[in-house]
């Protein structure tokens, strides 16, 4: 089994990134649907919570990890060609900018925000005395933008499971799973 791509298939790396993150993305999506839909006080919802930061940027993390081993597979990576081609190439590079935006506005804001910012016990930004507001406006777009790339997600599905799979039957969804 190949690491790296290859024109017939994806290599081990990139279907271990994918599918990884897609995990991940669930556990994501799920934190903030019961932070949003739950009351304050409810313990699933304040469970869910807790790991929100650390996992957003742990996938910030990722996303920077598998972009950089796409371009280094670029040549490689099987083709997109023709109108749904172009349209898969917008749609991953939307993919992207919001995978990296959305965590990219909360670490702004907390970079200059009161109350810092830990990853995993691990101070990332010390809280300041006083807050910048440059730096938090940015944020909040966060929720917005994070729904905006979970409705764009399921587009990504429906597009392997829906077309390529059931419709087109045409092996794609196989290139990213065996």
């Known amino acids: ?20 993150m897609a995990l991940l993305f669930l556990a994501q999506f799920a934190s903030a649907a019961a932070h949003w839909a739950l009351p304050r006080e409810n313990a699933l919802r304040e469970t869910l919570w807790s790991y929100h930061v650390d996992l957003g940027i742990t996938l910030f993390v990722l996303v920077l990890l598998r972009g950089i081993w796409g371009l280094i597979n670029l040549q490689r990576r099987p083709a997109h060609s023709g109108a749904l081609g172009a349209a898969a190439q917008a749609g991953h590079a939307a993919l992207y900018a919001l995978m ?3 965590p990219g506005t909360r670490i702004l804001a907390a970079a200059g925000s009161d109350r810092g910012l830990s990853y995993l016990g691990m101070t990332i930004f010390a809280p300041r005395e006083a807050e910048i507001a440059w730096m ?27 077309w390529h799979h059931l419709i087109q039957r045409d092996g794609q969804l196989q290139r990213m799973t065996s």
């Open 1 to 20: 089994m190949p690491l790296q791509d290859t024109p017939s298939r994806y290599g081990l790396i990139s279907r271990a990134l994918h599918w990884g």
């Open 100 to 102: 990296i935006v959305v």
């Open 136 to 162: 938090q406006a940015p944020s909040e777009w966060h929720g917005e933008l994070g729904w905006i790339l979970a409705l764009i997600v399921l587009g990504h599905i429906a597009m392997a499971v829906g």
